[in-house]
């Protein structure tokens, strides 16, 4: 028997006022590995990440987790509770491009509050975790500070730390650097890096070529919600298999 | 004025207080449940808040008080006057209240909203944690000027038979000849009312600026 996929996604289907963002999308993260979807802004990368823990619901197909379904009953295919869905839920993290931190928490309670309230935590418990985490990521002298105080590349690393500290079994990161200047995209690149060799399994939407070519194990190259390329960083750099994917590599060579 | 004229006048503006402050502590509670019912979008229930809420926007206060009042004991239920004052002011500003709240839950971002979903937050957590602290931050303002609305239309009560502080003046005057130092005292009374809101308000926003929102 081969090893259970952390992550199966098998015929996902997605539209947005009738236009298909996603069609037919199958693939399978296996433990430890780090999957980077790449391809041009509205080709459904991002949707396909959301999927994934539900925030967007799929109009077709099926998400398994460590084998269990999301979203919907496994036997009556009726969408879940919202309750049993958040629990789903807690085997994922998520960190977005525009880091969504509470504003009105300090760091290290955007990274207890869940931790307290979604797994019951004791508050010195939480608090213990927590900053294992900031620190971590480089965050523990900034546990007192408020978001609006910070630069991008901070926010970002505490919005990893919040979501690592629920010990989720896959890392989604949805453009972590996208928002950020360009001198600080390389802070929170070094702490993705660093999640990967501790072998984390990563699912990655992003445009940093270097990153994706370094760090991945698989590529995965979308176009108009379609998968065409999927393959291993040094195949999918070198010698891609579709035009598609040559020309898109090369125009960022080009820039 | 004598000490007699001011105990009648200070017993007015109690009475103006507590019945406005009762008011107003249901009225920001309710208008809070019903904001949440409203968002919640049950079939009828909508509909039947949404009218309720345009009537009793609609609807002078002196009139919504005669009209409870009034209409008590054709129901059979005896209301005190105290009672009907409240329902009435109540009634008014819960409907006001109501459409501040859903503004600022209509408006509240939809980023943080994800970020506690994708930890596994369920919808009450979410909203109990990170929604409504930043929203009564943001409502504060608006909830604070509605308070004020209410203790400034509380003279319509007086319709009823209560002495508040504004018939008050009237009581003192009958007595003196001399309206203008009981109307005077009166209305200082009032401002020192409204001050204290703002000041409370100010305080809040204060503090709400020392987490650097």
Known sequence: MPEQPEVSIRNLSKSFDGIEVLRDVDLEVKSGEVVSILGSSGSGKSTLLRCINWLETPDRGEIRINGERIGLQDKTQKPMSRRELAKVRTQLGMVFQSFNLWPHLNVLRNVTEALIYVQGLKKSDAVERAMAFLHKVGMAEKAASYPATLSGGQKQRVAIARALAMQPKVMLFDEPTSALDPELVGEVLSVMKDLSSEGYTMIIVTHEMDFARNVSDQVVFLEKGIIIEKSAPEIFFHSPRSERVRRFLELDKVV | ?213
């Open chain 2, 1 to 213: 004025m004598d000490g007699n004229a001011w105990g009648l006048l200070l017993q007015g503006a109690w009475t103006t207080a507590w019945i406005s402050g009762v008011s107003i502590l249901l009225g920001v509670f309710l208008g809070l449940v019903v904001a949440l019912l409203r968002l919640a979008k049950i079939p009828f229930l909508d509909q039947l808040l949404g009218a309720y809420i345009s009537l009793a926007r609609a609807t002078p206060l002196v009139t919504l008080i005669l009209f409870i009042f009034l209409s008590g004991p054709t129901l059979g239920i005896n209301l005190n006057r105290s009672t009907a004052a409240i329902m009435a002011l109540t009634l008014n500003t819960t409907a006001f209240n109501a459409e501040i709240w859903r503004s600022a839950f209509n408006n509240f971002s939809k980023e943080q909203r994800e970020a506690a979903m994708a930890v596994g937050m369920t919808p009450w957590v979410y909203f109990r944690r990170i929604m409504l602290p930043q929203t009564v931050i943001t409502s504060l303002p608006n909830l604070v000027n509605e308070m004020s609305f209410l203790v400034k239309g509380s003279p319509a009560i007086a319709v009823i038979g209560i002495v508040d502080l504004t018939r008050v003046t009237n009581r003192i005057s009958a007595v003196t000849y001399d309206p203008l130092p009981p109307i005077l005292a009166a209305g200082a009374l009032y401002m020192a009312m409204i001050g204290l809101l703002v000041w409370g308000q100010r305080i809040a926003e204060r503090k709400a600026n020392r987490l650097a929102m």
